[in-house]
């Protein structure tokens, strides 16, 4: 009996483009928000980036955002993590 493998990635159709990080890591104070969305286990992946943030830029302080729906972000709280971070770091998926 022949088995086939199949795989179901598809063919790239468009560029890759590089991301260019546009925050200053060095500076301090430096605040990241850490943004876990409403589904399954977004809780506990943010926990294991923080733990990971925190080992690598020892110094950052670290705020967590739990959003309670998969619906956008409200306003007020938009507001709040543009007034206490300088960048974040959103879970996203299922």
């Not at 790239?12 to 943004?35: C, N, T």
């Not at 950052?60 to 309670?68: D, E, G, M």
């Amino acid at each position: 009996m022949t088995i086939d493998f199949l795989d179901p990635a598809a063919e790239q159709s468009a560029p890759v483009e590089q991301y260019g990080l546009r925050l200053d890591l060095a500076k301090r104070p430096l605040a990241l928000g850490l943004i876990a969305n409403s589904f399954p286990d977004s809780r506990n992946f943010m926990d294991h980036v923080e733990r990971a943030l925190a080992d690598l830029l020892p110094g950052v302080t670290l705020r967590r955002y739990q959003k309670s729906t998969v619906e956008p972000i409200s306003p007020k709280v938009l507001a709040d993590i543009e007034r206490d971070c300088d960048g974040v770091v959103a879970a996203w998926g299922h």
